[in-house]
């Protein structure tokens, strides 16, 4: 009998949490407005709720077995009740919580763990072969209504579709759901027809698909396969499994069950149904009433007519109508019908939707069309043949393939043999059944099945009848408890009985379950488990031991009867009939429930707790034949666990007996088993058993502790500990030296070399782990007693040398005899040598030739690991493949089928990839064998060092393709870390605003608290710069009025003069947000759950010292002044948000401002801007950006336009294309009707246009804007102001559209579109316009007269930058001339100045490759006239025939200088180009010189010099991006100084200029800098326009939202180096190598910086290290790894770094001197013992290394030992060395030495063998460079130990040669002194007594004769050997 163990009460958790549940409730929202396609869609939920059937069951939960990411296992529970769903797990400490509950709409039908795929995009238009297509896999809760499925993602996402009919039933299968449809009564009786309307059974792949029907198919006539919908009603599916894909049906009408394989259908089965569906008249027909839900009637309605009431929930529309994907992809999913939801989007997208239309496909989708009418027109009639031509079948996605019908019965029993519960089990020796319990016949009949070699197909055999009332799987023990008729529960292995089972808390008679007393097996284990019992503590305290031998009749003490039926008692216990289900089986446990309603949950003990005997079992298994290890098995399983426990006996001792007498020995006359009898005859334990009488100290104490585990272990190591040679008592034997003989009629015997061989290769595995020592030590005696009894002498010697104590175990008399030999069964394959694993290394890398190591697969796995890859070290010439078959040799099962999943290694990768070394094969093939670094850890040294080695020699530069966990393996986290940055989504800090609103008041806040402070530290770290700029920035606080009032002043005109001083500085201070948003770029991550924070912009003041209060209220200022600041103040707000922030529409709707104030509003249209630029608008549903639209207000639709048009850019999006033309009248029909649309509204839309048509050369839109440059004033009133904006708007807009693509301009009309901007650029008479564009000039303006020439002051600065970019990068040289400023003062009088600017700047872009960065170039633009005349004034002497206009030519050069630098600073923009900057700055200085100085000012005019300043100080601002360049701060501070009445030529516009160089400075925190792609170009063209706002609301030339255009430029090229182990960001050399460039031909080809800092254009760079000697390289190729580091830089930039050992960071040690001096102390090897760990630390960081230094070198006495000296050299050495990993290998080393002094074992003289071994052979790994270590292990140690090994073995040898001689005479060495004996033998490679049995010598023992009879050993193995002898002679 089995006792179960951890019984307990049982109550559902969902149960009890429902307890305190609210139920269900729903939020009212309000204030936000709901749209709902289906107006009546609540009223008809509310009629769907309605129903007149029952709702099911009350309650209802499943379990469900899960882990943790550390291996942690637990249950899970989810329980239903109502419409409410609780899922809950809980630990095996018992702990409970609730991970989520659901509450939905109507009563939850059923609620399971279900999973789906998520296809890959590029499989969109494939059909899918198989369940499982590529994709990505989604878990998660399946809530499944009666018309409803809500599929609830662990990670947070939902999805929620709709059922065209009732649901019956569901089932799990692979990647998907199959649904059960309820069936009416009516349309039982209808007659059968093969249609797609009268399907059962339908599949749902994944919640963005539709339902499909199932269809069927099985062998007709002839093995024909038919194939039909599945519309047989009487086949009610009864089971599904997900592995193997199965569904099990049962018949209700033939009375039999049935085996279907559930696979993907294929497409001829497709073509067949749809040809049946063609050619048969079943559509025509009139079906009964079928039982439809009514819940999608809507979505018929409003998409099919009234004429077609009959369509079928499984047909679709063809032809006419288009399909769900190219529906989706046609138009963005922002714009596109929301509906229409391709599988390829996100689960968040959808469930947003979800709660509106209740379904992902509810209005617009074609699957629309897919659903069922309501019930009163459920008819599936369609009389129209038009309307059948638009009508097909869904197409089928799943196929139920019958493999198996069980043979019918003689008697059918109709509904009532249906199964109640099927499931699949396995037996121990992995047999897989199909098992369905009968209630009707109490029978469990169970199906044997397996899969075909190929896994094609799954073959069922017979079927076996169990009585049964119920059963259940215990899946981890591969059996099951079933629960007979009479009460009894019986343990299954298969169909193998094994025992009873006893449960401790069950009733014997009546009373309720928790009245019983808690009793559980001694030894059994702990209680816990995810349920706890609610008695308390005190009804836990009875002892089992007191009821058990009332209770059951099987005796504690197991007999030594052999065959298996004994072990299963022939009078079971009494039956308990209280039990009457068994359900709710997880792992080893399940619930019983009792007849009173009550329910216990208990679990089936474990098979056993030992590794070592674990791995026995499973070795048996595989070499017994099945019958026969069913039994032992069994046999094992009842004796371990039956009621009592193991008592005092060890579960080692126990393995012992239960194999023994199985194999036939008598147990009571063995000494291995009959010591245990011995020493425990007077144990406590069981003498326990007996009352005590007292609790005073008894003689029973004592006995206890000597017995106890703890003694053991002092006895153990007490010789070691003093260095005492071990004694050996031998016990007394009298009482089983009888003799006996061995029963040869055992159900063991006849395999017992089999088992002797199994036993032996799991020795030979736990050699392999250095953890399972104790388990050798205990399975050793056992494989010693079986080896002495089968007279293998060569095993006998293996085991004792390495447990010399067995020399004193050997028996005098053996159970067997020759007779019984004759009888066993000898394996094909058993060795005559012992196969071991060691012998095998050693000898091959001794370079002797081996025999292939067995090993048996699923079971060893170290030796199939570790031979596999020292395969590959000793054959590197031979495939891999090849390799190991030399070396490995599979043991095939004895007489049944081996497990599918071989655990050899398939390395198809390696046979595939290029020509690797050695080392880098070795580390890629422990990568694919699971080898981990503890792995290595736990095997022994010397087997590990050469994998050890090769990682060593991988570490300083492995390959870049390598996966993730090869770069772990080799000690590389930091390049692991970055292959992870490609997958992982970006890190968000774990930082919200109310935490900086504690650290700061809300008042102060100013937009710029949320900036990466350790970045920002390392790059700036010797000022205070980046607190400058924020306080240059910042625009929340209140300015200082520090005027002081004058005595002939009044306080009235004092005041007024404070009122404009304080205007002054408004005016500087409105245009702050326009560069702090600059600054702020991407800096803060928001809280879903709280508002955006927008700093306040203040235009108020205070005067000290009183800090009174001045405001605007004395004196005039301009009305609306702040309206495009505060949306500029927006933009900034908005633009803090980083990239990789998450929110929804709901966040963005959340933030728009409660009240209607003015400022708010454009605050929040500035806000909507940013989301655009930075890619989050995307995110606003259609329905909020057509209420923003039309409200009509004007800086929210510009905010919208251009946000969406920027994160659309380049897309031509039809959707927002529309939305865009609606605002652009030439864009709409010219009957269209007038909007009255704001002017800048149409600028903004324009250039809209451009951005979302860019780079697309689209020749409609192209000539549509070349129009709209020179449209004509009017109609009417129309258009008749602010021109210039349209016109640059315009002109811009069509230079994005034809950026680059000037050599591909088609011909408008008779002129090319070149000629044309000419035109409009230089002036002429008007040319006619097309007939597209006549209609809209009829009608001339009332306003302004232009006659019949072009307005250049209109169209040429759009005109000239549309051609500038028309033509960017081609050198047209007709264009370039075109553009180059007149070289006569007659051609400079008609430009005019400023657009001699935009000429430089746009003949820059078409000559863009040869822009250099010198002054001799920016002189070169510049005329000849123009340099001889500029700011010449009064210096050369006037001709008098010609008229100088000075003022002229100062202008024209100013301004070209400005448009040549401007063109510079694009040129180079965030390259930091020291030549680019340097001629930057001196232009800069040069025109504020001019500007300083009255007499050139003069003569230009200060405004014009002004403007230049400006557009230059941007220039060179744009150059140094991101730099944080501090002589460019300093020119912006000292600039923006400029305030006051002085200063008249200040305006708004030069303020907002210096803030925007001042934030380019540190553009996004110093993380950003400006690209030069060419996208980038034409956003920053359009941004920095070379033409600033004169006031706050000045949008003449130049609309103010396009300044914020430069997002779209900036992109993150920062590296900030961190720490891999620490987490610290750090210093790291850096050497970036550029490709071959004309940019870069000035300079060398790499260059060498310090990180953190920001990197060139990755286009232009080809190469990127990082240096040593303090870090472990990196490198970054472009050919290579190019996408992790482009991965990188776009998640923050962190580039993980690894520090190498013996050496300090930078911030530690900046130059270096602390290392350097540390290591040349410790340089002369004779002082390193007198340091202190102080000199350790001053070059290593490491905190193991420092810990290790201050326990092994201290200074004092102790380092006199010269074992410590020698530690201590070695750590010194592995530290300098830069090989930390060595220090543990020398440190295990030198341990095993020293127990290797007490002759407790040899595993230390193997290791060292091992190690000098593999540096003496060929085989070892060969240093590849300088750089690396020579060898991982000293030599010098090596040598150490070497000799101190050497001189042990020789003094041992000198006092016991006798010793020797008697072992090399094979004769008795029990009870004598062995000591070093097995060290010896191991050492020196002595030959056990059968080798040297044959040697025979003629005359005198020589060394040359004997060499010649023993060949094969080694010179020093014969001398030891023949000392010996001659000794003995």
């Given at each position: 009998m089995i006792?179960?163990?951890?019984?307990?009460d049982f109550i559902p958790f969902g149960r009890e949490y429902m307890r305190y549940h609210p139920g269900q409730f729903q939020l009212r929202l309000q204030g936000i407005n709901t749209f709902h396609a289906d107006h009546g869609l609540p009223l008809l939920k509310s009629f769907r709720d309605i129903s007149l059937h029952d709702t099911g069951k009350k309650e209802q939960w499943i379990f469900h077995d899960a882990s943790d990411n550390e291996g942690k296992r637990f249950d899970e529970e989810l329980y239903v009740s109502g419409k409410t769903v609780v899922w809950s797990r809980g630990g095996q400490d018992g702990a409970k919580v609730v991970v989520t509950t659901y509450t939905v709409d109507t009563p939850v039908l059923q609620a399971l763990w279900g999973s789906f795929i998520l296809p890959s995009k590029d499989l969109q238009n494939n059909v899918p072969i198989s369940l499982e297509p590529p994709g990505v896999m989604q878990h998660g809760i399946c809530v499944v209504e009666a018309t409803n499925l809500s599929f609830f993602l662990d990670n947070g996402g939902e999805y929620s579709t709709s059922l065209p009919f009732q649901v019956s039933h569901v089932w799990v299968m692979k990647n998907g759901l199959l649904f059960e449809r309820t069936v009416s009564h009516a349309e039982l009786t209808a007659p059968k027809k093969n249609a797609p309307n009268q399907t059962v059974v339908f599949s749902l792949l994944h919640p963005l698909d539709e339902v499909a029907p199932v269809i069927i198919k099985t062998s007709g006539v002839g093995d024909c396969p038919k194939v039909n919908y599945m519309t047989d009603n009487t086949q009610n599916i009864v089971f599904t499994s997900e592995q193997p894909s199965l569904a099990f049906t049962y018949d209700t009408v033939m009375g039999v069950h049935s085996a279907w394989q559930v696979r993907r259908s294929r497409v001829d089965e497709q073509s067949m149904l749809s040809a049946m569906f063609e050619n048969t008249s079943f559509m025509s027909m009139t079906t009964p009433n079928l039982n439809y839900s009514s819940s999608n009637h809507s979505r018929i309605f409003n998409n099919i007519s009234s004429h077609s009431p009959g369509m079928s929930p499984f047909c679709s529309l063809s032809g006419r109508l288009t399909s769900p994907a190219s529906f989706s992809r046609s138009q963005s999913p922002g714009f596109s019908h929301i509906a229409g939801v391709s599988r390829s989007q996100s689960p968040a997208m959808t469930s947003g939707l979800a709660h509106k239309f209740q379904s992902p496909s509810q209005n617009w989708s074609p699957a629309a069309y897919l659903r069922t009418p309501s019930a009163a027109n459920n008819f599936s009639i369609i009389g129209s043949e038009s309307f059948t031509d638009r009508v097909k079948p869904i197409q089928p996605e799943v196929c139920l393939e019958h493999i198996w019908t069980e043979p019918a019965p003689p008697i059918r029993d109709g509904p009532l043999g249906k199964s109640s519960k099927a499931f699949l089990s396995k037996d121990v020796c992995d047999q897989q059944y199909l098992c369905y319990m009968v209630p009707y016949r109490h029978q469990l009949r169970c199906v044997k099945f397996e899969e075909s070699?190929?896994?094609?197909?799954?073959?069922?055999?017979?079927?076996?009848?169990?009585?049964?009332?119920?059963?259940?799987?215990?899946e981890s023990l591969d059996m099951l408890v079933v629960l007979e008729p009479t009460g009894f529960l019986v343990i299954y292995s298969g169909i193998t009985k094994i025992s009873h089972v006893y449960i401790p808390l069950l009733p014997l008679g009546s009373g309720s379950l928790s009245m019983m007393r808690a009793t559980t097996p001694v030894e059994s284990p702990s209680r816990g488990g995810i349920f706890t019992s609610s008695r308390p503590p005190s009804a836990l305290d009875a002892r089992f031991d007191e009821e058990v031998n009332q209770i059951s009749p099987v005796p504690t003490e197991m007999d030594d009867s052999s065959n298996l039926e004994g072990s299963i008692s022939d009078m079971p216990p009494l039956g308990n009939s209280f039990i009457q289900i068994l359900r709710d089986n997880v792992d080893n446990r399940f619930t019983l429930e009792l007849l009173n309603g009550q329910m216990c949950r208990t679990a089936m003990p474990p098979i056993a707790s030992s590794p070592g005997i674990v791995l026995c079992l499973n070795a048996l298994k595989h070499m017994l034949p099945r019958n026969t290890a069913l039994q032992f098995v069994g046999r094992w399983y009842t004796a371990r666990n039956s009621p009592g426990g193991l008592a005092v006996m060890s579960e080692w001792n126990l393995f012992y007996r239960t194999l023994l007498s199985l194999m036939g020995y008598d147990t009571s006359r063995l000494s291995l088993t009959s010591k245990h009898d011995l020493d425990s005859s007077m144990s406590p334990m069981m003498s326990s058993k007996r009352p005590r009488h007292s609790d005073q100290g008894s003689e029973d104490d004592w006995d206890f502790l000597v017995n106890s585990s703890h003694h053991a272990f002092v006895v153990e190591n007490r010789d070691h500990v003093y260095g005492l040679s071990p004694c050996t008592v031998i016990p007394d034997r009298t009482a089983y030296s009888k003799p006996c003989c061995i029963n040869s009629s055992a159900p063991l015997f006849p395999h017992c070399p089999a088992i002797m061989l199994a036993l032996h290769l799991v020795y030979e595995e736990m050699k392999l782990n250095i953890t399972l020592l104790n388990e050798l030590k205990e399975l050793a005696p056992l494989l010693f007693q079986i080896s002495c009894d089968l007279k293998c002498i060569s095993y006998m010697d293996y085991y004792t040398r390495d447990f010399p104590r067995l020399f004193d175990q050997k028996d005098d008399m053996s159970q067997i005899n020759t007779d019984h030999l004759?009888?066993?069964?000898?394996?094909?394959?058993?060795?005559?040598?012992?196969?071991?694993?060691?012998?095998?290394?050693?000898?091959?890398?001794?370079?002797?030739?081996?025999?292939?190591?067995?090993y048996i697969p699923m079971v060893c796995s170290n030796i199939n690991n570790i031979i596999s890859l020292y395969a590959m070290l000793l054959h590197r010439d031979l495939p891999t493949e090849v390799a190991i078959d030399r070396c490995l040799k599979k043991i095939a099962p004895a007489g049944h089928r081996a497990p599918t999943a071989d655990a050899s290694m398939s390395l198809s990768f390696l046979q595939t990839a290029p020509v690797m070394n050695t080392p880098e094969r070795l580390v890629l093939s422990m990568t694919q064998l699971g080898i981990t670094d503890t792995d290595l850890d736990c095997m022994p040294?010397?087997?590990?060092?050469?994998?050890?080695?090769?990682?060593?020699?991988?570490?300083?530069?492995?390959?870049s393709d390598w996966p993730e966990e090869a770069y772990i393996l080799i000690g590389r986290q930091d390049l692991s870390q970055l292959i992870a940055t490609e997958t992982q989504k970006p890190k968000i800090p774990s930082m919200s605003s109310s935490t900086h609103q504690e650290k700061q008041p809300k008042e102060e806040e100013d937009g710029m608290e949320h900036m990466d402070e350790e970045l920002l530290k390392l790059r700036f770290n010797d000022d205070l710069r980046v607190q400058e700029v924020r306080r240059l920035l910042q625009s929340s606080k209140p300015a200082k009025i520090a005027l002081v009032q004058r005595p002939e002043v009044s306080d009235h005109d004092f005041i007024e003069e404070q009122e404009r001083h304080l205007y002054s500085i408004c005016i500087r201070t409105m245009a702050l947000p326009t560069g702090r948003g600059m600054f702020s770029l991407c800096t803060f991550h928001p809280v879903p759950t709280e508002p955006l924070p927008t700093p306040k912009l203040c235009l108020t003041g205070k005067a000290p010292p009183r800090n009174t209060a001045v405001d605007l209220s004395h004196i005039d200022v301009p009305a609306n002044m702040a309206s495009w600041p505060h949306f500029h103040n927006g933009v900034a707000a908005g633009l803090r948000i980083a990239n990789s922030s998450q929110f929804d529409s709901t966040w963005i709707m959340y933030n728009k401002p409660k009240l209607n104030e003015a400022a708010a509003v454009n605050e929040y249209s500035g806000f909507l801007m940013a989301l655009g630029l930075n890619g989050h608008l995307t995110k606003l549903t259609i329905f909020n950006v057509h209420d923003y639209l039309s409200k009509g207000h004007e800086m929210t639709t510009i905010g919208i336009l251009l946000g969406l048009s920027a994160a659309k850019r380049g897309t031509m999006d039809m959707a927002l294309t529309r939305v865009l033309s609606i605002h652009v009248l030439a864009l709409l029909p010219p009957t269209s009707t007038e909007l009255n649309i704001h002017h800048n509204v149409q600028a903004a839309a324009i250039l809209g246009v451009g951005l979302v048509y860019y780079g697309t050369g689209h020749l409609h839109m192209a000539e549509t804007l070349l129009a709209e440059i020179g449209r004509l004033p009017g109609p009417e009133m129309e258009n008749c102001t602010d021109r210039e904006s349209y016109a640059l708007a315009a002109g811009l807009a069509l230079g994005l559209i034809m950026f680059g693509k000037g050599k591909q301009v088609i011909g408008l009309s008779d002129h090319s579109m070149a000629d044309t901007l000419c035109h409009f650029m230089v002036g002429g008479h008007r040319r006619p316009l097309p007939n597209l564009f006549k209609e809209r000039c009829k009608a001339p303006s009332y306003l302004n007269k232009e006659g019949n020439c072009v307005n250049v002051d209109v169209t040429a600065p759009g005109a000239t930058l549309a051609l500038g970019m028309m033509f960017f990068s081609t050198g047209n040289g007709a264009v370039a001339e075109w553009l180059k400023a007149p070289d006569t003062q007659f051609m400079l009088e008609h430009v005019r100045p400023d657009f001699l600017m935009l000429r430089t700047l746009s003949r820059g872009l078409v000559l863009w490759e040869s822009v250099m960065p010198s002054l001799p170039w920016v002189d070169s633009n510049i005329p000849d006239i123009v340099k001889k005349y500029a700011f010449k004034k009064g210096v050369l002497e006037e001709d008098d025939d010609t008229v100088i206009d000075y003022e002229t030519m100062s202008q024209a050069y100013s301004n070209i200088v400005a448009g040549a630098c401007m063109t510079m600073g694009l040129k180079f923009a965030g390259s930091a180009n020291e030549a680019a900057f340097n001629t930057l700055m001196d232009c800069l200085k040069r025109l504020f010189l001019i500007l300083s100085t009255s007499s050139f000012s003069e003569q230009t005019g200060k405004s014009t010099i002004e403007n230049c300043v400006n557009v230059i100080l941007t220039s060179v601002a744009m150059v140094m991006a991101g730099s944080g360049n501090l002589e460019v701060l300093r020119m912006c501070r000292m600039l923006r100084k400029r305030i006051g009445p002085q200063y008249s030529y200040m305006v708004y516009g030069s303020h907002m200029a210096i803030a925007m160089a001042t934030g380019l400075l540190f553009l996004g925190g110093g993380r950003y800098t400006l690209s030069t792609k060419p996208e980038a170009i034409a956003a920053l063209i359009c941004a920095f326009f070379p033409k600033y706002p004169t006031h706050s609301n000045d949008n003449r030339y130049h609309l103010q939202a396009f300044r914020h255009l430069y997002v779209l430029?900036?992109?993150?090229?920062?590296?900030?180096?961190?720490?891999?182990?620490?987490?610290?960001?750090c210093y790291v050399p850096l050497e970036i190598r550029f490709k071959n460039s004309n940019i870069y031909s000035n300079v060398t080809c790499n260059y060498k910086t310090i990180a953190p800092c920001i990197l060139p254009e990755l286009d232009l760079i080809e190469e990127i290290k990082v240096l040593g000697p303090r870090y472990w390289p990196i490198v970054f190729h472009a050919e290579k790894n190019w996408n992790i580091l482009q991965s990188l830089l776009n998640q923050n930039g962190e580039l993980s770094v690894k520090q190498r050992a013996g050496h300090l960071s930078f911030v530690e040690d900046p130059q270096g001197y602390r290392s350097m001096l540390a290591k040349s102390l410790i340089a002369d090897h004779i002082s390193h013992c007198s340091h202190k760990p102080e000199v350790v630390k001053a070059f290593a960081s490491d905190p193991r290394i420092i810990t290790l230094a201050e326990c092994f070198l201290k200074s004092g006495d102790k380092l006199d030992c010269p074992t410590l000296r020698e530690l201590a050299t070695v750590v010194y050495q592995c530290i300098t060395q830069d090989k930390p990993g060595a220090i543990g290998s020398h440190f295990v080393l030198q341990q095993l030495m020293m127990q290797c002094e007490c002759g407790i074992q040899t595993a230390g003289v193997w290791q060292l063998k091992f190690v000098l071994a593999y540096y003496r052979s060929r085989h070892r790994i060969c240093s590849l460079g300088d750089e690396q270590p020579k060898q991982l292990l000293d030599l010098e140690f090596l040598l150490y130990l070497k000799h101190h090994v050497e001189n042990l073995l020789d003094k041992w040898e000198a006092e016991n040669t006798d010793i020797i001689l008697k072992y090399l005479r094979n004769e008795s060495l029990k009870g004598q002194e062995l000591g070093c004996l097995s060290a010896f033998l191991s050492w020196f490679d002595i030959p056990n007594s059968t080798f040297l049995d044959p040697v025979h010598v003629e005359g005198p023992m020589t060394l040359p004769a004997l060499c010649k009879q023993l060949t094969g050993l080694k010179v020093t193995t014969l001398m030891k050997i023949l000392s010996a002898w001659k000794v003995g002679s």
């Open positions: 006792a179960a163990c951890e019984t307990q070699n190929d896994l094609s197909r799954i073959i069922f055999g017979s079927v076996t009848n169990l009585s049964a009332k119920d059963a259940a799987p215990i004759t009888k066993m069964q000898y394996p094909q394959y058993f060795p005559s040598q012992v196969p071991s694993v060691y012998f095998f290394i050693y000898n091959s890398l001794n370079g002797q030739d081996q025999q292939a190591m067995l040294v010397g087997i590990a060092l050469p994998f050890r080695e090769a990682i060593l020699h991988c570490r300083c530069n492995p390959p430029a900036a992109e993150p090229r920062v590296v900030l180096p961190r720490d891999v182990d620490s987490g610290k960001p």
